[in-house]
């Protein structure tokens, strides 16, 4: 229950950011162009995109929800559900799967107490199995977010996660409200201008 | 207008078109007929389909004539020997991924896609390959969309974007997984369609259909305790003879009610009747508004597609309808209550059916609130296209048919009813009857032309005892976006507005048949034909001013009492309410005109 509490009070707050960035970007651009950008806060904020986000976009902007989910849909980076921080990628091609990749998956499963394709509660970790990451020379390999992991063995799982763990935490301490709020994007300085 | 002209050579012959033109447009001039399933006249370019294809001379690769432009000098070839087996190749692979029921398709006979693998010949499939699978959406009480059948030209995607204002349906996914439908990919009665059925005049294949009700009527006619009584809509008698080689705009009002008749209804009434109901119920709420400062301006309430717009989109102004059902509704609640206790029936065995060239008045039979005579008022909506199917069905030809007349009493009415049937109708019946209850004097001219027409959005000025009143009629749902918001900044006031869902009103309903091969749906000249065919019923009426037709003076006086009474309140009035999904959309950039 205070879990869900959370993410209410977690989402709201997001909500709330997302319609201030609406709000200092709309007098500057027009909408339609506006909706790749405010999609990519929205993402940012969230996570995913949740649908209260996209009535919202169609309300201020008066793009039809329609359109919103179908461009939604077309991209990738977007996503319908949450996802999370750290997405883990564990190679089963060929070359990983005979060096051990499968005892790095299970490893990892027992650690994180998922299924592939699941998400943990916390929204962490996310655990998935891709085909080949292109450097089938020093299986088994895995990937979390953009880091390539080599040469993995089962006993060094914990320790990777626990470093994947500890930095979240650091972040943590930096941020304004509930999310971050990175400011590097051009869009919400120029907000502040108008 | 000194507009740059531009020459080039089609198929050997020479035209010379306005610059801007396009190749399709350019060979159209000269009456070349290039195929094509996903261009429309009055809709953006998609160039999606590419069965259009043409050859340029110095060009690498055949083009779409629908989206190149034309330039000088240049040599187009549109029926090359290369170019007809490409387009077949085109048609083929659409085909492939393509259900192969034909001949169980509702479609089947009526078909853009059909008639393009007829006219090219196709006798094999040569391109088998794995083939899209979605689930139909059945959800809506209007309209079904089967996925499956979709060959993504997106008419559908632009019709209810760009004319309709409604964006209930977009594409979604990429690739092979593209599929068209409302947001968040939910049931269609769970999105913001508000079932005008648009979508289904323009799907070149079986993708977006009427809801067949057909097979629920068959059974109440061959169900021995039940009374089936029949009303039909003005402008289904201009169009119901299309589908059986009749040109559009003839009056076959006789024959259709024959053929009610052959087909078993117990009892053939005509919307008409309460048409004239309407009016009068109407044109005193309209006096009553003008009198006691009520909300205005007021907005007529015949066209559900636009009710549910309303009720979607501009919440803010339910006050402003008016409150009278529409005449399908006002009939059915008439049918199992005045006509059942003066014929002794009980309402209970009564099936009532509706007649529409509508689909959204499927929709609106089914509302809660639209059971004011204890039972469902309306029990199954037809439209044009299903009864011109149950007319084949038992083989009947109209030429072959009596012209008869309706039933009494609720078959007698006026012009000004017939002329619901058209944009602007409602209101000119309206007027005809408010001037001479206001002023007491009789109407010199009873053809209000100001207010005819398809432009999109039409004013005028009326002088109503000493008082200025000013109308609009509003047809096509985003210039009714556009006129709603211009109302609310201020930039229109009136204090009486006709709004009709379809373009061109009811003629042009999205239950209408749909035209026949190589002429567009909303095809103008098309719809003046019927909107002639409305026209002429009613100049040649006796009676064209509702408060004059006798039956209505009789039902007044022996059942409803007056207009705004209390019995007419509770059967003939209706509420409204706030529906979610909240719809947002922006207003398209100028007034769409037929």
Known sequence: MVKKQQVLEKENCSLSLLAEFMEQTRPLHDARSLLMATLHRTQELFGYIPRQAVELISEKLSIPAAHIYGMITFYNYFSLQPRPLYQIHVCKGTACYVSGGARVLERLKQELKLEVGQVTEDGLFGLNVTRCLGCCGLSPVMQINENVYVRVVPEKIPEIIAFWRKKKEKKATQKVGAFEYPGKSGYDKRGKKG | MNEKKVSLTIDGRQVSVPAESTIMQAAESIGIHIPRLCYHSRLS????????????????????????????????????ADL???????????????????????????????????QFGIRERIFEGEKKHFPADYSSLSIVRDPDKCILCGKCVRVCSEIQGVNALSFSHRGFRTNVGPAFDLPAAESVCINCGQCTLFCPTGALTEQDDTEKVWQALNDPDKIVVVQIAPAVRVAIGEPFGYPPGTDLTGQTVAALRRLGFDRVFDTQFSADLTIMEEAHELIHRLSHNGKLPMFTSCSPGWIKFCEHFHPEFLENLST????????GAIIKTYYAEKQKIDPSVIYSVSIMPCTAKKFEANRPEMRSSGFQDVDAVLTTRELARMIKKIGLKFSELPGEEFDDPLGESTGAATIFGVTGGV????????????????????????VRGFEGIREAEIALAGKKIRVAVCHGLSNTHRLLTEIKTGQRTYHFVEIMTCPGGCLGGGGQPRPPEKTEPMDRSYYEKRAAGIYAIDSKKVIRQSHKNPQIKKIYAEFL????????????????????????????EDIFNL
Do not use: W
């Open chain 2, 427 to 450: 209101l000119e019946a309206a007027l005809r009857t408010a001037y001479e209850l206001v002023t007491g004097d009789q109407l010199l001219s009873l053809d209000f032309h100001q």
């Open chain 2, 84 to 118: 007809l087996r490409t387009r077949r190749d085109i048609i083929e692979l659409l085909l492939d991924n393509h259900p192969q029921d034909c001949q169980t398709c509702s479609r089947n006979g009526d078909c853009e896609l059909q008639s393009l693998a007829e």
């Open chain 2, 45 to 80: 370019v998609a160039g999606a389909c590419r069965i259009c294809v043409v050859e340029v001379e110095g060009m690498k690769n055949y083009v779409p004539s629908c989206c190149t432009q034309v330039s000088e000098g240049m040599m187009v070839r549109t029926n090359t």
């Open chain 2, 561 to 588: 009492e007056k207009p705004l009474g209390a019995r007419s309140h509770h059967l003939l009035h209706t509420r409204y309410q706030v529906r979610s999904p909240r719809g947002f959309t922006s207003v398209r």
């Open chain 2, 324 to 331: 009278c059902k529409s005449p399908q509704q006002m009939m």
